[in-house]
């Protein structure tokens, strides 16, 4: 069992900088390729970033993609999402996700190929 736990959002300017953060728990989290998803009001989740047991392949979503930087820390446990220049569409609920399939592949931008969430945090960007 992997149970993830996201911090970090908060209020933010448009053009400004917040840093998330997902902790976990669980022996295997070394072996999980992990991700980031997004969900606004009123939309389908969409997929934000993703990056391998290993931390050295990422894959972002193209909205997202030369602002919002993903990496882990396997000794701590945790993975990290550092998110600039942000946008008022970025205003959503933001989500960790873990995947027991160990190679990061395209499949991984869909929700369903992740079998454990955290519970969001919210991220509002004014403009």
């Known amino acids: 069992q992997v149970e993830l736990v996201e911090s970090g959002g908060g209020l933010v300017q448009s053009g400004g900088s917040l840093g998330l953060s997902c902790t976990t728990s669980?022996?295997?989290?070394?072996?999980?390729?992990l991700g980031w998803f997004r969900q606004a009001p009123g939309k389908e989740r969409e997929f934000v970033a993703a990056?391998?047991?290993?931390?050295?392949?990422?894959h972002y979503g193209d909205s997202v993609k030369g602002r919002f930087t993903v990496s882990r820390d396997n000794a701590k446990n945790t993975m990290a999402l550092d998110m600039n220049i942000l946008k008022p569409e970025d205003t959503a609920v933001y989500y960790c996700a873990a995947s027991s399939t160990p190679l990061l592949y395209s499949g991984h931008v869909k929700d369903s190929s992740y079998e454990y969430w955290g519970r969001g945090t919210q991220v509002t960007v004014s403009s």
């Open positions: 669980g022996r295997s989290f070394r072996r999980y390729v």
């Open positions: 990056i391998n047991p290993q931390g050295d392949s990422t």
